[in-house]
T-cell receptor, first 119, second 116 residues
């Protein structure tokens, strides 16, 4: 069964509103969660790394005030797209693992993704 | 059941040799797509190769080829002539169509290490 739950799976909202996406690890404690955004040609851009109890680490070019990430517990990270605009429309995916090192043999579990459509 | 299964958490290959990364999938949709991504230490997910469920021929992209066996529901990635820069995590993914749009499912990844 799914080990990472992402909610909602699809959201449509008006320009200017804020949208919150949740990423939950269901059967393990995720010390680290990652947020990706899908771009054309199918590549996924890493937006930020979310560590429980500390500030997220954002990748270069990602606006911290635009994409608010909160990792309040070992099983939940949230991504809030603030004042969303049509150019923010995309597919957002979270992933989680229970170690802090990104590049390791530990399995990385992905959520099913959230399709965000801003009108 | 897992949608995507990658049974090899870690693999080693000698430089210049070929390596096969396994991926099996589970779907009842007649139309789906299969993807392979490479994740270097920087964290980004680089798209490598795509195979559509109706494609008759196996997909190839340079040194990457996808061994698509539809009846067995497997989509193994073959990397020929391995290079040191191929060391990374590799993820298999499947896209299904749903009433909310396309849905992606990822495997847990295979860590590939190329040995000089």
């Amino acid at each position: 069964g799914a080990v990472v739950s992402q909610h909602p799976s699809w959201v449509i909202c008006k320009s200017g509103t804020s949208v919150k996406i949740e990423c939950r690890s269901l059967d393990f404690q995720a010390t680290t969660m990652f947020w990706y955004r899908q771009f054309p040609k199918q590549s996924l851009m890493l937006m930020a790394t979310s560590n429980e109890g500390s500030k997220a680490t954002y990748e270069q070019g990602v606006e911290k005030d635009k994409f608010l990430i909160n990792h309040a517990s070992l099983t939940l990270s949230t991504l809030t797209v603030t004042s969303a605009h049509p150019e923010d429309s995309s597919f957002y995916i979270c992933s989680a693992r229970d170690v802090t090192v990104l590049y390791s043999n530990q399995p990385q579990h992905f959520g099913d993704g959230t399709r965000l459509s801003i009108l | 059941a897992q949608k995507i299964t990658q049974t090899q958490p870690g693999m080693f290959v000698q430089e210049k040799e070929a390596v096969t990364l396994d991926c099996t999938y589970d779907t009842s949709d007649p139309s789906y797509g299969l993807f392979w991504y490479k994740q270097p230490s920087s964290g980004e997910m680089i798209f490598l190769i795509y195979q559509g469920s109706y494609d008759q021929q196996n997909a190839t992209e340079g040194r990457y080829s996808l061994n698509f066996q539809k009846a067995r529901k497997s989509a193994n990635l073959v990397i020929s002539a391995s290079q040191l820069g191929d060391s990374a995590m590799y993820f298999c993914a499947m896209r299904e169509s749903s009433n909310t749009g396309n849905q992606f499912y990822f495997g847990t990844g295979t860590s590939l290490t190329v040995i000089p």
